[in-house]
């Protein structure tokens, strides 16, 4: 599968100029709507020159404005896909060769990590990390197993961890223990949740740091949050793969694990004292 527009940004932030990455920046604080806009409206909205949009296109290595769009296009209709309209997929694996979902699961978990760099995750453990902070974490209807698991770990090995459950009302109600040291860890992929998309408007109006796991199509969250991985989730069936997700979870815990090393050990060994 070809690298998605995010995805292409992600990989050369570094090596564009000022105005560029104004560009690329709008566009991931609206993507992928921004970008179907003519370059005038495109260029306003990022307060830079129409030429500077066409050179952050051709930067991504696209021909043309139009070729731009078209993956775009081609990646808002992905988005929208349901599960019913990927039931005709049915992979047929040639005998005593691997499944072609298990395939696509390998694949989408190595195209992840090849878009997610050293220093990304480390900036996501120096919040998970950080003294006299609250983490809280949340999911969406397939995804919320995963913020489970996540907050699990991170409950182990340092305090104030907390996963968010039950009804919308009951996620407001904890926005007011929420402040300007606290971060949010949202798991959202597509057909993204509207529900989520509310929660952390009103997070972020609260200074609260926000870390999204999303797909590479991008949720909508993306626009509040501080940090973005994107997360390849496409197999050949009706529902796309978490995978990719846990493993970037696992990443993190593993990560946060050896940054907190001497206060998770004696969290650790505390509670199996206690057990």
Do not use: C
Not at 10 to 37: C, F, W
Not at 42 to 53: K, W
Not at 204 to 224: K, M, N, Y
Not at 227 to 234: D, E, P, S, Y
């Amino acid at each position: 599968m070809a690298s998605s527009v995010a995805e292409l940004i992600s990989g050369r932030m570094g090596e564009m100029p000022a105005g560029e990455r104004r560009a690329a920046q709008t566009l991931i604080a609206n993507y992928p709507l921004i970008g179907l806009k003519t370059v005038a409206d495109f260029s306003q909205q990022a307060g830079v020159s129409s030429p500077t949009i066409l050179r952050f296109v051709s930067r991504l290595g696209f021909h043309n404005y139009p070729e731009f769009q078209a993956a775009l296009q081609d990646e808002l209709a992905a988005q929208l896909q349901s599960p019913l309209s990927r039931t005709s997929v049915r992979p047929t694996p040639d005998q005593g060769k691997t499944s072609p979902v298990i395939e696509a699961t390998l694949q989408n978990i190595r195209e992840t990590f090849r878009h997610v760099s050293d220093k990304q995750i480390r900036d996501i453990v120096a919040l998970i990390a950080r003294p006299r902070s609250t983490i809280f974490l949340i999911g969406g209807r397939f995804t919320d197993p995963v913020a489970r698991y996540t907050a699990a770990h991170l409950t182990i090995i340092r305090p104030n961890v907390f996963h968010l459950t039950g009804q919308e009302s009951t996620w407001r109600d904890r926005l007011i223990d929420m402040g300007k040291r606290d971060v949010l860890l949202i798991f959202d992929i597509r057909r993204y949740q509207d529900s989520l998309l509310r929660l952390a408007e009103k997070a972020h109006a609260r200074g609260v740091e926000i870390v999204l796991v999303t797909d590479q199509w991008l949720s909508p969250i993306a626009r509040f949050a501080r940090h973005v991985i994107a997360g390849r989730t496409a197999v050949p069936s009706a529902w796309d793969s978490s995978a990719a997700l846990f493993v970037v979870a696992e990443a993190l815990i593993g990560e946060a694990t050896r940054e907190l090393e001497t206060e998770s050990a004696r969290r650790i060994r505390e509670m199996e004292e206690l057990r």
